[in-house]
């Protein structure tokens, strides 16, 4: 069974910074491209970032552009996502998702996803 499981949440100010780490139940995690994505209180889930299977290719959201980075570490099992220069716009509850082969930034791409850490910026 897999399971993607989520840590590094919490609280922080405007302008502050945060690590989210999703470690990743896959026996074959190498070869499926990570996601992270977010959902505001009554908003639709957003897509932030994505990953390829190796690394070589990131895509973000263009509100997060030059201030979120995501990476992965493949023996770990685990995809990242720094986040810097943090907004109140920002809030949300984040999730990471598991997809095989190329990465994505369709939600509906994805195959597994984590229950998610609650990110709150206070202004």
């Known amino acids: 069974q897999v399971q993607l499981i989520e840590s590094g949440g919490g609280l922080v100010q405007a302008g502050g910074s945060l690590r989210l780490s999703c470690v990743a139940s896959i026996r074959t995690f190498s070869t499926y491209a990570m996601g992270w994505f977010r959902q505001a209180p009554g908003k639709e889930r957003e897509f932030v970032a994505t990953?390829?299977?190796?690394?070589?290719?990131?895509f973000f959201a263009d509100s997060v552009k030059g201030r979120f980075t995501i990476s992965r570490d493949n023996a770990k099992n685990t995809v990242y996502l720094q986040m810097n220069s943090l907004k109140p716009e920002d809030t949300a509850v984040y999730y990471c998702a598991a997809r095989r082969y190329g990465a994505s930034m369709n939600k509906s791409d994805y195959e597994y996803w984590g229950q998610g850490t609650q990110v709150t910026v206070s202004s």
């Open positions: 990953i390829s299977w190796s690394g070589g290719s990131t």
